[in-house]
């Protein structure tokens, strides 16, 4: 659905995007991320037909976005960061002016026109004034034009930037509901939104894809090696310490105390489940456990951790 072939942007003597190559199947949906000065938004930018690239290629929906940028624009919605409104419109009147630039017949618009502010809740706000709506509604109206001509792909640039939070599960509730009937790209700094929509992540860096995979397997190469556990005792803090330490396959732990309870983070080899030896460990020294589980690791680690070698690398 969307393929791009070592893509180049340059700014005068700054490379904002450098031999960048992705490919996106039809129906999914994709997290697109990377620290400001990535890249992100300028590839986001071309691949809507609002930036020419300096050099590569790219297809959307199978139309060149160099030679058939028309075309290849007409299969895409498009929610940049900053919703281009007029205030001045009412927000019905608004939704037909973007009707009629995407060349929709009349009752097209009026039915789609329906759908959308029906799915992005502006049903009551039809008649208002964009110009007197606050910032989340302004950012559903946003969602609503991209949406207006049912089009393939939707690129989504931060579309929960200004929502409150029933208005983002408001947002992420859509995002599901157009699963498999769009190509959707979205945009966001929010990684826990990433890891409840997307089915694949693309974290780029200076210009450059450094990681790429499902939430599930990212989360797993933070793990890769060790494993994270957090047990909680009734035991003082430095002869559980001394117990935990001395079993076989834990690397180090870290350690805090209250009210007599002790809570130890204990990282150990990947290889081997410590979480029996350790149970018996309380166990024996008659330490009641309150808690052992298994630390989860989170898409924001991943993104810190390999957004940072690729800093140092650089450098």
């Known amino acids: 659905m969307i393929n791009v072939h070592e893509l180049v942007k340059w700014y005068g003597p700054t490379l904002a995007v450098d031999q960048l190559t992705f490919e996106i199947e039809p129906g999914q949906i994709i997290g697109f991320l990377g620290p400001n000065g990535a890249g992100k938004s300028t590839t986001l930018r071309i691949l809507t037909g609002f ?18 940028s028309q ?11 900053s919703t281009p409104l007029y205030g001045e419109m009412r927000v019905e009147e608004y939704l037909h002016y973007r009707g009629k630039l995407q060349g929709m017949d009349r009752r097209s618009r009026f039915d789609r026109i329906n759908m959308v502010c029906d ?15 606050s910032r989340g509604n302004r950012q559903r109206i946003g969602i609503a034009q991209a949406l207006l001509h049912n089009p393939p792909i939707l690129i989504l640039d931060e579309p929960t930037a200004g929502l409150d939070p029933t208005q983002i599960t408001h ?5 599901a509901e157009l699963r498999g009937q769009h190509t959707i ?8 939104e990433v890891e409840k929509s997307a089915d694949r992540v693309m974290i780029i860096a200076r ?5 790429e995979g499902s939430p599930d397997e990212l989360r797993r190469q933070v793990a890769a090696g060790s494993s994270v556990l957090i047990v909680e005792a009734k035991a003082a803090q430095e002869a559980a310490q001394k117990v935990i330490t001395e079993i076989h396959g834990v690397q180090s732990i870290t350690s805090k105390a209250d009210d007599g309870w002790t809570q130890i983070r204990v990282t150990a080899d990947g290889n081997i489940d410590v979480r029996e030896p350790i149970g018996a460990a309380m166990l024996q020294n008659g330490w009641a456990i309150r808690e052992m589980r298994h630390e989860i690791a989170t898409l924001e ?10 800093d140092q690398a650089v450098a």
Do not use: N, W
């Open 119 to 133: 799915r992005c809740g502006l049903e009551q706000l039809r008649r208002r004034l964009i110009g007197q709506l």
């Open 185 to 192: 790209v979205l945009s966001t700094h929010i990684l826990a």
């Open 207 to 211: 210009g450059k894809v450094v990681a």
């Open 71 to 81: 075309q290849a624009r007409s299969k895409i919605g498009y929610l940049p960061e």
């Open 301 to 310: 680690q991943f993104f810190i951790e390999v957004t940072a070698q690729q």
């Open 171 to 175: 947002v992420r509730e859509l995002i």
């Open 51 to 68: 930036l020419p690239m300096t050099s590569g290629r790219a297809s959307v929906a199978g139309y060149d976005l160099t030679t058939q």
